[in-house]
């Protein structure tokens, strides 16, 4: 279990934040610009100390200041990843993993060189300095000097931020493998919504200084919903799925959720294998009979249990097909519909994004987009 309670005033910024998750694959910390973030991985790494409060991994304590514990960042074995890399640029690749390495007693490195090296694909960089890596080349060898401390915990504060989208594309498969291959819990701060939905487990929801929710990914992203901390056009449902079957004549997959069934281009993963789907609440319409004539692959019966504030002749509904799905309709369909909470209604899914098809230990595809 990872344990974080702490209290500290920078300035007029008061952080007082609290959750607690299992110290085991990716827990993110997730919030606007501002909210808090890094000053909390700051005080898990010993970069920054509490006014007061605890901080444990699997129980050890790495400050409790009740107890008068503050260990120095040496001995609190985190390894960090910065978003600028911070490589040595003097030294090669190799001299810069091995700095991580050497830092650590040889009698507590579990982890191995060669494992880190063909992992994180970096063997035919270990000659070159850093000048001459590209940025996802980069983070990766920051990974691997991280690892190489043999880390109880691995801390990353927007490891992917500075990097264009196909170099994210390039490091977030090596992240995503990190917590299982290694048996290493991830505290991963970022603000980007579709990099957490690949990637964590957990989810802590950062506003003005507090955790404002923790909890699995698909519980908490209902709270930022209603909390506006993600944009209107990034908010929606996440859920996870579990592959039923394949329709190869129509090149589609069947998902099983708690609601029934959704259909999207085919995914070459196993019968059994769980993913993880995102439908953004603008992708969804109502319906208040099942439609005979659409192209709609995707609709389902469900039931209306919150209408929204209009904003913009639009509002969100919270629909619950077994889980909540949102579905974002104009005010004037509300009206015309007489739409109320309780009534039983189709749900209207235009297209699923899938986020993550390794829930259940299944390698993840790079994200795509799947009519439905
Ligand atoms: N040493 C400090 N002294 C005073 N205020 C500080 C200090 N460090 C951070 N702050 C303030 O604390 C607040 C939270 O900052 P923090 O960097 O933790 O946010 P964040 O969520 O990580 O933001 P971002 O996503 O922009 O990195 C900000 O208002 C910041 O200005």
């Not at 980069?138 to 109880?152: D, E, F, H, M, Y």
């Not at 739409?339 to 993550?356: E, F, M």
């Amino acid at each position: 279990m990872l344990d974080v309670s702490v209290r500290k005033r920078q300035g007029d910024f008061l952080v007082d934040a609290a959750f607690n998750s299992p110290a085991a694959g990716v827990t993110a910390l997730f919030g606007r610009s501002g909210s808090g973030k890094t000053s909390v991985i700051n005080m898990v790494a010993g970069l920054s100390r509490p006014d007061e409060g605890r901080i444990a991994v699997n129980e050890a304590a790495l400050f409790d200041s009740a107890a008068r514990i503050d260990l120095p960042m040496d001995r609190r074995r985190c390894g960090y990843v910065f978003q600028d890399g911070r490589l040595f640029p003097h030294m090669t690749v190799r001299a810069n993993l091995t700095y991580g390495m050497k830092l650590v007693p040889a009698a507590r490195r579990v982890i191995a060189f060669d494992d880190v090296v063909g992992m994180l694909g970096i063997g035919h960089l270990l000659d070159r300095r850093p000048a001459r890596l590209s940025g996802g080349e980069k983070q990766r060898v920051a990974i691997g000097r991280a690892l190489l401390t043999s880390p109880r915990l691995l801390l990353m504060d927007e490891p992917l931020a500075a990097l264009d989208e196909t170099r994210k594309g390039e490091v977030l498969p090596f992240i995503a493998d990190l917590p299982r291959h290694f048996a290493i819990p991830v505290l991963y701060v970022s603000h980007s919504l579709d990099e957490i939905l690949r990637l964590a487990d957990t989810l802590v929801l950062m506003d003005g200084g507090k955790a404002v929710a923790a909890g699995p990914v698909e519980d908490v992203v209902g709270a930022l919903h209603l909390s506006g901390a993600v944009d209107a056009a990034e908010a929606g449902a996440v859920l996870t799925t579990t592959v039923e079957a394949h329709d190869p004549a129509h090149h589609m997959t069947l998902l099983a959720f708690p609601g029934g069934r959704l259909s999207v281009r085919r995914m070459d993963l196993p019968v059994g294998a769980a993913v993880r789907v995102r439908i953004r609440a603008g992708e969804v319409g109502i319906g208040l009979s099942p439609p005979r004539d659409t192209s709609f692959q995707n609709v389902f019966p469900a039931v209306i249990r919150d209408i929204g504030p209009p904003q913009d002749g639009q509002v969100d509904v919270r629909l619950d097909a077994g889980c909540t799905v949102w579905a974002r309709i104009t005010t004037r369909a509300l009206e015309t519909m007489s739409l109320r909470p309780g009534q039983v209604v189709h749900a209207l899914v235009k297209s699923v994004a899938l986020t993550r098809a390794d829930v259940a230990g299944h390698e993840a595809p790079p994200p795509q987009r799947a009519a439905g």
